[in-house]
Nanobody
Framework: QVQLVESGGGLVQPGGSLRLSCIAS????????MAWYRQAPGKQREWVAS???????MYDDSVKGRFTISRDNAENTVYLQMNSLKPEDTAIYYC??????????WGQGTQVTVSS
């Protein structure tokens, strides 16, 4: 049973930082691509960043240079370090992985609110 559990969201002022965590169980993240998505109110869920099994990272242009995705294989945890946060980063952030033959798995999400 694959489970992804996010944490680390909260309320932060513009320009601030947060680090999100995603603890995985039922899979070993070292062999899968892991990703973060977000969904703002009234908008569709959108991809934010990914890290593959070789450690290669990719980012949406809207977060490039501000967000960093990383993983700790020993802890089976994926992180999203978010710096220089903007009000438009406000969203529910979801951890994701895709398993061939099983499809997409999602966590329950963690709310990030950027507001003064």
């Amino acid at each position: 049973q694959v489970q992804l559990v996010e944490s680390g969201g909260g309320l932060v002022q513009p320009g601030g930082s947060l680090r999100l965590s995603c603890i995985a169980s039922g899979i070993s993240i070292r062999i899968y691509t892991m990703a973060w998505y977000r969904q703002a109110p009234g908008k569709q869920r959108e991809w934010v960043a990914s890290i593959d099994r070789l450690g290669r990272t990719m980012y949406d242009d809207s977060v490039k240079g501000r967000f960093t995705i990383s993983r700790d294989n020993a802890e089976n945890t994926v992180y999203l370090q978010m710096n220089s946060l903007k009000p438009e980063d406000t969203a529910i952030y979801y951890c994701n992985t895709y398993l061939s033959g099983s499809g997409n798995y999602w966590g329950q999400g963690t709310q990030v609110t950027v507001s003064s």
